[in-house]
């Protein structure tokens, strides 16, 4: 597509001509990107409504107040981001200076997801104009009134040269992939994830992968049962279950599931009422085929709590599934929906084992009053990132990293990490002129055997 290839070029030249560099620069833009949210808010509550039922409450906390957050601590910490790094330099090395310049990439793409069309088309933005970057930035063509209202607000707030939203579906995302970026930045499935991956290569474009997989919550002997209760359900309810990091299952151990499950039936209720699908605020599966497909997982196990659909508004019930054994093929994908599958063990130590055999998740969450258990399991799995004693909140503290390892991801962001991830590390070595070491030059037996010797 001829489009695509032009925004491309033209974003290329914008680059090139230093537009994206200036300090004073990034940071009126990041204040530009914070003013568009602000103006358009009633617009935003209105697409995030139609899109996905969103609530003005979930749509302030996980969408805008998230976004605002990040652009705060983006703009008040951007000077020093910028700040060239010293580093020491050996002693083979007297009388030069070291230190890593952070360069911007160049032109980025960025694709997101639904799930949280605002927030994560965004999010990655933040990081990319922080680091001196221009952006094409491609978000879901499953949230159309959200996808939509970015391009608009982006359209009336940047230069396209500078950042431009392109909406579509695959095959927009595939001419895209044709084109030659300097950083990928991607959101989604595993799956497209390793397209992603192979068609970058073409170019050797760095990526970075934020993807999904099959994130437990274990719930150990010890915990303390009514906030375990209270924080997994709403980690895992909250957007109905579509969040990446949602616990995907709980893993619970025997003597405290009887009570665990009493207590989230307690807490479902609180949070939904009695009847959720009459609740005007309980969010949507975002389109037919991912409702069919969760509907098919509601006739495994036991429902302990909720299991009725409304096929009509696209919405499942909070569902706790109980009897539910690793066979089951709810347990062999990503849930991605309110329904929570309840797993058992008698042994924390077993269950890890388990665990630890399957693919590396993007998060974790332990429940457990043993500061050295929590230690343990913290360092035995390979996840993500994760919780002692809580779901999801370790993501909205810009100070940590956030990302998936192995199939749940690759690199990460959030705060400074989203800057560095859109910056390319250049390391320089300053060299006096005053004086010249003779050690490296060749024919100079001296230098020789005082190597040697150092070499030992
Ligand atoms: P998806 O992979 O289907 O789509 C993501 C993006 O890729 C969209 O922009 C889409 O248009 C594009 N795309 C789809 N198929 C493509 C193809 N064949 N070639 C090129 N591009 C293609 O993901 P989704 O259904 O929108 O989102 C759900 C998934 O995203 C879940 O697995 C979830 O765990 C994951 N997710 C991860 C994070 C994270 O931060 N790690 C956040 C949200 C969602």
Redesign the pocket.
Known sequence: MKQIEEVVAHQRAFFLNGNTLDYAVRKEQLQKLKEMLKTNERGIYHALKKDLNKSRHETLTTELGFLYTELDFAIKNLSGWMEPTKVRSPITHKGSKSFILKEPYGVSLI??????PLQ?ALAPAIGAIAAGNCVVL?????TEATSALLADMIQDTFNPSYITVLE???E???EL?KQRFDYIF????????K??MK?ASTHLTPVTL????KSPAIVDKDANINLAAKRIVWGKFTNAG????APDYVYVHEKVKFKLLKAMKKQIKSFYGKEPLKNDDYIRI?NEKHFNRLVQFLSEGTPLHGGDTDPAALKIEPTILDKITWNHSIMQE?I?GPILPILSFTNVEDAAAVIRAKEKP?ALYYFSEDGKMQEQIMQYLSF?GGSINDTIYHLSNPHLP???VGA??MGSYHGKYSFDTFSHDKSILKQSTKFDIPFRYPGNKFAESVTKRIMK
Do not use: A, D, R
């Open positions: 694709m997101s997801p639904w799930n949280y994560l491609k978000p879901s063509e499953h579509g579906g695959k927009t995302s595939e992939l991607f959101t989604g499935s595993t799956e497209v994830g397209v992603i068609e934020e993807l999904g997989g579509q969040t990446c990091v975002i990503e991605f993007l993500g956030f990302g998936g749940s991801g």
